[in-house]
């Protein structure tokens, strides 16, 4: 089913309440490494509910997926936007903690489409989508931006230009890097917090997909990203941190070591990563702003 514009600007889904736990929390940690050295007392508070932290990126993963939401209703006239799934890449990903996330709790979220840019019918389209969170108060406590690009869907009609510029990644060498490895069963332990495509488990349907084996989950790197911020800037103290954003350029194969390039500039910290084994950029414009 085609785009429809400027429809799909209305495409909202119903709030829904939702509550996770502290072994939600330490399973998201553990699925992004942390933990690994259970001596390391660094890490352990995020994998241990004495004293827990939680990593801000777990916000990816604690509410329910756009797939479980109910579509609130249309008005009349409104014509359905169903995107080609199969078709569909995440292209960049920006979540901003209002305020640091409890180890447990009780929300409400909803999502809406914010904007969608044609890039013609042979080149595909761009999908902004905006997750909230809000708690009994109806506060903001996070804001999720996901942009997706539908491959398959362009040539709609809609805006070509206006899409958010990407950050720009200063002019200079890396003011430090960290490396992160990653471990052969990374993905099986990480599609446990919800996302079960079987691209990231079965061998046979990452060869479907021209992969020579199972990648790693992009929202994984993305945690990965995090953790890198979390051990090099600010001493594993998550309640520095206030947004964090990446765009995606490349997939991750589990057991590969990540290469966290950072570059600090006050409160602003920019960032790439790359895999070490294959020399290829993984993550690109990447920010995080801390408090």
């Known amino acids: 089913m085609p785009i429809f514009y400027p429809d799909i600007l209305d495409q909202v889904t119903e709030p829904e309440l939702f509550s996770y736990t502290d072994k939600d929390v330490m399973l998201y ?93 042979e080149k595909g389209a761009v999908e902004i989508r905006e997750t909230t969170w809000t708690d009994a108060q109806g506060d903001r406590v996070a804001t999720l931006t996901s942009s997706v690009f539908l491959r398959g869907d362009g040539g709609f009609d809609g805006p070509t230009d206006g899409a958010p510029a990407p950050h720009a990644i200063p002019d200079r060498a890396p003011d430090l890097s960290i490396s992160i490895s990653t471990r052969p069963d990374q993905a099986l332990l990480y599609r446990l917090n919800g996302d079960r495509n079987p691209l990231h488990s079965d061998p046979a349907s990452a060869g479907k997909s021209g992969f020579p084996r199972p990648i790693l989950h992009g929202l994984c790197t993305y945690g990965i990203t995090c953790r890198a911020v979390l051990e090099a800037i600010t001493d594993f103290d998550a309640d520095q941190i206030l947004s964090h954003q990446v765009r995606f350029s490349a997939p991750v194969f589990p057991g590969e070591t990540i290469v ?32």
């Open 260 to 291: 966290v390039d950072l570059w600090r500039d006050g409160k602003q910290i920019s960032f790439e990563a790359r895999v070490a084994e294959r020399n290829v950029t993984v993550i690109k414009n990447g920010l995080t702003v801390l408090r």
């Open 29 to 121: 940690a553990l699925s992004i490494g942390l933990g690994a050295d259970p001596l390391n007392e660094a890490e352990l508070p995020f994998v241990y509910e004495k004293d827990l932290k939680v990593v801000p990126t777990a916000v990816t993963v604690l509410a329910p997926p756009l797939s479980r939401l109910k579509p609130a209703q249309r008005k009349p006239g409104h014509r359905e936007s169903v995107p080609n799934a199969l078709m569909l890449v995440h292209g960049e990903q920006k979540i901003e903690l209002h305020r640091p996330l409890p180890t447990t709790g009780s929300f409400t979220v909803q999502v809406r489409t914010i904007a969608a840019f044609d890039k013609g019918k």
